[in-house]
Every structure is written in C-alpha cells, then in structure tokens.
C-alpha cells in the first residue's frame, strides 16, 4: 500500500486501474498494469519492475523512477501528476507485501509447549479435517477460543517478558531467505521482514554479514552443592556403594530438621509458629554440603521460596533468561516456500522463535484495505455481513455469543433454530438471522425429515436421532414448530409414556405372582421352610410393586412439570431468547470485559454457585454466570469479600475474574 496516497482524479487510466481498491495502490499486479498501460513499458518490464519491488531492495527501485517519470509524462500525463504516480510506486518497496516468516519456522512458547510450525499452527487453528488428522482437534478449539497461547518477547530494557500470541495470517507463495548466525542458528523469511537489533528494528534487505541479530540465552544453573565431596556418604573413587558414617552431611541436616520439628520451633524470618504444615531447612549459601548449624535457617514454604528468588532463583519458563547480541554470517536466497505473518498481542511487538532468535511482528497494512471493505458490508447489507460472521465463528460459542450481541445492538432480530426450517447453518430471513441447527450443542451436521407436519412422535420415527440429539433439539426450542409444550416434546422424545405403561405391566405381573404365591402358601404346613420362602416372595413382589408406582409418579410428574425453558436454551446455545434482564435498568451497568482488571460494576444471571472451604477453614465460592450482554463466566469470591449468593440475576462489583460485592440489581 502506498502509504495511504489517494490516486483518484490523475488519469482517467489510471483510475480505471485503482477503482477496485479505492485508488490506492494495493497489490503488484496493478503496478504491471501502470507501468504498461501508462508508460508504455512491455511486459516483460513491468514484471521487471514488480519483482523489483518483491525484492525490497530500495536502491534499485530508486533507479528506475527517473525512467519511470519521464514514460509517464511522454504517455500523456501530466509532470506533477507522473511525480505523484511514481512516487507512490516508489513507497511500494516497504509497505505493499507482507513481512513473513517461512512456514517451516517455529515459536518459542512459554513452559516449553508442543513446538508446533508458523504452518501446522495455521492449519490447526483453521481447518479442522487437518486438526482431526493430526489428532489436534482440541487444540483446534484452544486456538480458536484463546489464540494461539503465550510466547516470549524483549522489552525495551532487553529482559525476557510473555506476550500472547495474537494471530497468524499465511502471507502466500513468497520467495524467502535464510539468514545464518554465527551459533549456528537460522531464520528463513523473506527480505522486508524485521528484526530489533542495535541499531533499531531493520528489515533484512537492510542488514548484511558482521551485523548481529539478538538471541535468547541461559545463564548456568545454579551451584546448589548436592552433598558432593568430602563428609558426605556418598561413594568415592575405589568405594562401592553408600558408605557408611557416623557423622555425616546428610546425617547433621536430617538431626536438625528433627529436632526444629519437635521443639516446633518458629520460622527464624516471619516468626510463623510451626503448626506441623510444612517448613524447611535453608542452607544460607546454597551450598549443601556445608551443614554448619550456622549456615542452616529454619523457615516457612514461604520465606524458603523468598530467599531464593532474592539469591537468584527465576520462576518457571524465565529461568534465567536474557538476550546477547549474535554476528550474522551469511544472508542467501532459499528458494520459495509458504509464508506466515504474525502477530502479538501485546508490545514490545517482537517474539522469539524456538531456536532464541529474536524477531518483529509481521504487520501487514493490507489490513487496512479488508478493514474498509468489511465496514462498507457492515455499513450496507449488515443482516448478510453480521450472518457470514456467525457462520465463520458457528462452532466456538464464545466467539460466536458477542456478534449476537451485537446484532441486537444493530437492531438485528435473532430467530430461534426451527427444524421445519431445516437450515444447518445461519441464514438471513426477513431481515432476521435464523440460527443453524448445526450450531446447538451436541449437533453438528444432521438430516431433516419435515415431510409430515405437525406430528412429533412420527418425525423422530422417520428422523432416527439419538436421545442426545433429541435432549439438544428440545431444549434450543427448535421442535416449537410441533405446537406442544417443550416438556410434552420431552414426554415423547424420551418415551415417557412408553416407560409408563412398561411399569404398569411389571405390576400386573407383580400382583399375579403374589396371587398365586398366597394360594400355594395356603396350601402349605405352617413352620416350614417352604412356607418361609413363599412369603418372602411375595415380600418382594410387593417391594417391586411399590418401586414401579414410585417411578410411574415421577414419570407423570416431569409430565407435568414446569419446564425452565431459559436454562435450557443457555445449556445449548450459550443465550435465551427469553429476556431475564426486562424488568431491570441494565443502562446502569457496564457490559462485562474479562480483559479489564479494573473494577467493573455488571448485571448478571448467577446460574450456579459451588461454596468451599479456604485454607483458614472461611466460606469462598465459586460462581458461573452470564454478564448481560456477555457469555457464560466463571467467577471466584474470595473470604474476604464472601456473601451468600443463590441462582438469580444480581448486581455485581468484579475485578478480572473476582467478585468484590454482590448487591440487588436495580429495576426499571
């Protein structure tokens, strides 16, 4: 893109041109076309001039402008119109074509995760055949919900910090270079991608042999001493096995943590009394093999841990981490191969690839132009825009709960699923957005048979759905078409009635057995096994009796139940069509966002809450519900903010993921 020049209105040629990209200049095949058209250069020039630009190698672009502006304006064009031209063309060279990485390159990720490929990253997260082959379907998920995880990025103080990472986008067939560094490491990417270095971020045409990239580096580990070396019981050379001592390293340690124990001796830093939780013996020094009382320290977990970290211990995935400088040795041309842009969430904008090298995001301002295109659709046809955005995102609910949202902001209605509808995917209708079948929980591609209307019990005859699909259809209110109450579709999905008469059978069956156990009992001597049996017998006909007119109630009873339509729909499709918050002034809320963590004062549906025990033995829980406007959330409250909550909607004060306050929602 040519630094956002608009080109409009300097030859009606070249308008004819740009006209598809809004009169900026936007990809290579509309510089061939210039160059062609406007110049009169043959094509083999113009490509000439295109790969030129490929190549992001500024200085020969450079020298072919002056040729450039003089064609220009020997073809018609104006001078100060051929200059303005050109020099758009001459921008090309750093902002038309992506910045990529090869696809063969790998993250480095945060506690060592799978090391997946830029390639085998992309094809996980967007085609899930590929996901299910390589047996990486749930990973699939996990990057279509949360990105593609944590990676490692340099700060401006050039210390190691995580950082999301964003996307990955594939740049194309491009061609690539490998660059080799003087550890023997190397990073294939094609000539405009960047790189921080010393001297600020350059791009590769911009570096050449002697200069240096950064690389991550591990300091060595620490010398704990590990009861090594003289006093220990540890064999030495010409020994065979433990030797045994009377006094040794390991012996004096052992003696003293006993006998801190049994006096329950206090931690010698914070003066937490030892209440048999676990505390430890901290050599001063690090160094285990010199157990000198004075160099031993008896602390809690806690200090233990402190000290530590205050010596030189790292968390896990930064153990001692840092970045040097590393001497590039050689820069060469490596073929094509397909290359992959990414994208970090938050800045420094850099990440580092498995094998330590440090390298930038790959922004790509074409961007800017599907930006442009995507608000004109929003803007004019907003019911076809928002339905291709529920159906690219159809199988992740958090993704897919937002743009519901924001269909109701635009005053877009959302349908209920309707299998006498029979679409799998969403579709526009009458200005609505029908939901797809295929997007209810437990559903994904099922056939419809709504030949005869109007008759449930026949429809489940010809459609042979299980009783999962069955519970998912009922409950997203798609069988609402059938005219019956969603716990009669129940009664007929389950065959409740069917279970009804089966129990009603066990008990004719049941008081036919005792009928013809008390005849032969009457029959028989009194005081005999025989007659102990039999009346056992009919005790236990009449236990099944009482077991089958029990089930029959409770089948009869769900019959007629109260049947929590809500809750049903948000189990299976993560909202309701049924409007809890209408009686509440939701105005005074804010809507929920989980990446704030500062206070946020929200309006939810508390759907469940699951009350435990902290270590100190007070009340904390944890609580799943649904912000207004928002998805499903899980939530803690901690003891120090504990009030009792029960279902219902509530006004609450949260902070990230943690309730500070629980109050009555305020009512229109």
């Not at 510089?31 to 190698?57: C, N, P």
């Not at 017998?537 to 099944?544: F, G, P």
């Not at 759907?607 to 939530?635: H, L, T």
């Amino acid at each position: 893109m040519s630094g956002n020049i608009i080109l409009h209105g300097l030859d009606e040629r070249l308008d004819k041109i740009l006209e598809d990209t809004y009169y900026q200049l936007i990809y290579q095949e509309q510089v061939t076309a210039i160059a062609t058209q406007l110049a009169g250069w043959s094509e083999g020039e113009a490509d000439g001039i295109r790969k030129t630009i490929g190549r992001k190698i500024q200085k020969e672009l450079d020298l072919l402008i002056p040729r450039l502006i003089k064609d220009f304006i020997s073809h018609g064009m104006k001078e100060e119109s051929a200059k303005q031209l050109a020099s758009a063309i001459q921008a090309c060279g750093s902002y038309s074509f992506n910045k990529c990485l090869a696809g063969s390159e790998t993250i480095m990720r945060l506690n060592n995760c799978m090391p997946l490929t830029l390639e085998e990253m992309y094809k996980i997260c967007n085609n899930k055949d590929y996901a299910k082959k390589t047996g990486h379907r749930s990973l699939c998920f996990k990057y279509r919900r949360h990105n593609y995880g944590t990676g490692y990025s340099m700060d401006e103080e050039n210390t190691v910090i995580d950082n999301r990472i964003f996307n990955i986008e594939f740049g194309g067939i491009r061609e690539v270079f490998k660059v080799t560094l003087s550890n023997g490491e190397t990073v294939r990417c094609t000539s405009n991608h960047k790189f921080p270095t010393n001297k600020g971020v350059l791009q590769l045409s911009e570096l050449q042999v002697g200069d240096s990239l950064y690389v991550i580096k591990k300091e060595k580990q620490l010398n704990y001493g590990y009861m090594v070396g003289e006093g220990t019981n540890l064999p030495q050379k010409g020994q065979l096995g433990f030797q045994k001592k009377e006094i040794a390293i390991s012996r004096i340690f052992e003696n003293y943590r006993d006998e801190c124990k049994n006096l329950k001796k206090s931690c010698e830093l914070c003066g937490k009394s030892y209440d048999g939780s676990r505390f430890e013996l901290h050599h001063k020094d690090l160094n285990r093999n010199n157990s000198n009382l004075t160099n031993l320290q008896w602390l809690c977990c806690s200090c233990h841990k402190k000290e530590h970290y205050r010596i030189g211990r790292r968390s896990v995935g930064y153990a001692r981490r840092y970045f040097e400088e590393c001497e590039i040795i050689s820069i060469v041309p490596d073929g094509v191969d397909n290359t992959y842009s990414v994208e970090m969430l938050g800045e420094p904008h850099n990440f580092v690839l498995a094998n330590g090298i440090v390298s930038c995001n790959s922004h790509s301002v074409e961007y800017g132009l599907i930006a442009y295109q995507t608000a004109y659709l929003k803007a004019n046809y907003p019911v076809q825009y928002m339905c291709s955005l529920l159906n690219a995102n159809i199988d992740t609910t958090d993704d897919v709960i937002p743009y519901i949202n924001e269909c109701k902001r635009m005053g877009i209605k959302i349908l209920p699923p309707d299998v006498s509808r029979g679409n799998l995917l969403f579709v526009p209708e009458n200005g609505a957005i029908r939901v797809g079948l295929s997007y209810i929980k437990g559903i994904s591609n099922i056939t419809v048979d709504y030949s005869d209307k109007g008759n449930l019990i026949n429809f489940f005859a010809r459609n042979k759905y299980n009783k999962r699909i069955k519970e998912a259809l009922i409950k997203a209110g798609a069988l609402d078409c059938f005219n019956c109450s969603r716990a009669e579709q129940f009664a007929i999905a389950m065959n409740i009635k069917d279970e009804i008469n089966s129990e009603k059978t066990k008990i004719r069956v049941a008081n036919t057995k005792i009928r013809e156990k008390e005849e032969e009992l009457a029959k028989s001597k009194e005081g005999t096994k025989k007659v102990g049996n039999l009346k056992n017998q009919i005790e236990n006909q009449h236990k099944a009796i009482a077991k089958s007119e029990k089930r029959i109630k409770e089948l009869q009873d769900s019959i007629k139940a109260d049947y929590d339509e809500a809750q049903g729909e948000i189990d299976v499709l993560g909202f309701t069509f049924h409007d809890k918050y209408e009686k509440y002034d939701t105005e005074k809320y804010q809507v929920y966002n989980k990446e704030l963590t500062i206070q946020q004062k929200i309006i939810c549906d508390i759907i469940s809450v699951r009350k435990i025990k902290d270590k100190r033995g007070r009340n904390m829980a944890f609580i799943s519900a649904i912000p207004y406007m928002g998805v499903k959330q899980d939530f803690v409250m901690f003891a120090n903010h504990y009030q009792e909550v029960k279902d219902g909607i509530y006004a609450m004060l949260v902070a990230g993921n943690q309730v500070i306050g629980v109050g009555v929602a305020q009512k229109k």
